[in-house]
């Protein structure tokens, strides 16, 4: 199964995709995660992308579809995979259609803008696997530590208040239209276009993830 996991920062994309990836047995391929990876390596790449992420801009799209790209032809992707956090422009996702590489399900978890301050000042992340936690709604079982690793857990460098409401301008600007470009997809082919799950992102961590369940295998 191919999925798109779709939400403006902070909506638990990254929280879900753990669920998801155990119960459906796909690779998670965050281009966050890849980018936070590349930063931290201190590539060319990852001194490049570093300025722009904290700035909470995007990254050009030629690299990122460079880096999809390459990442699905990996062995652990032939039985699909889970995008978190991209597509996130047009013409990425154009880039999927142009390249036939189709999706069977694109999930957008909606949640507003005052819950996604509140989520990202408390999150804390272990970088190396990209698990995520937070110091109230999902503490770690030692304070400061990786419950599976014992690694220490780190501040992300974005999110901080005023590059956090810059994510979220340019997510309405520039990731907001995918929903009206996959419904339009679904209006000219309905048999060969993602099957379109909107999933209140505001609640339990769990019942989100059953919602999100439901809508994967009815759809
Ligand atoms: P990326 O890493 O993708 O960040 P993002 O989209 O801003 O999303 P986040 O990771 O901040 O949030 P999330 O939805 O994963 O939420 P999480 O589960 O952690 O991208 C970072 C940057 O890289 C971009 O700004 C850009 O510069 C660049 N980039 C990446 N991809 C790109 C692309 N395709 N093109 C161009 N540039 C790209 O949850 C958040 C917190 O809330 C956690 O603490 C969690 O524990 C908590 N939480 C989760 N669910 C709940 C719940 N139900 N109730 C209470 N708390 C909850
Ligand atoms: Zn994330």
């Known amino acids: 199964m191919r999925v798109i996991l779709l939400g403006a920062p902070g909506a638990g994309k990254g929280t879900q995709a753990q669920f998801i990836m155990e119960k459906y047995g796909i690779p998670q391929i965050s281009t966050g995660d890849m980018l936070r990876a590349a930063v931290k390596a201190g590539t060319p790449l990852g001194q490049e992308a570093k300025k722009v992420m904290d700035a909470g801009g995007l990254v050009s799209d030629d690299i990122i579809i460079g880096l999809v790209q390459e990442r699905i032809t990996e062995p652990d992707c032939a039985n699909g995979f889970l995008f978190d956090g991209f597509p996130r422009t047009i013409p990425q996702a154009q880039a999927l259609v142009d390249a036939g590489i189709t999706i069977d399900a694109v999930v957008e978890l909606d949640v507003d803008d005052a819950e996604i301050i509140e ?11 990209g698990r995520v936690y937070h110091l109230k709604y999902n503490p770690p079982k030692v304070p400061g530590k990786d419950d599976v690793t ?13 590059t956090v409401r810059k994510r ?10 995918l929903v ?4 339009e997809l679904a209006r000219q082919d309905a048999a060969a276009a993602p099957a379109y ?23």
Do not use: C, K, W
């Open 197 to 219: 799950i909107r999933v209140e992102g505001l609640g339990p961590m769990d019942e989100i993830r059953r919602r999100i369940f439901e809508g994967l295998d009815n759809r």
């Open 180 to 183: 009206g470009f996959y419904q």
């Open 150 to 162: 014992g690694d220490d857990l780190v501040l992300r460098d974005d999110d901080r208040e005023e």
């Open 168 to 177: 979220l301008e340019i997510y309405q600007q520039q990731t907001r239209p």
């Open 119 to 129: 989520r990202l000042s408390g999150r804390r992340v272990h970088p190396a696997s």
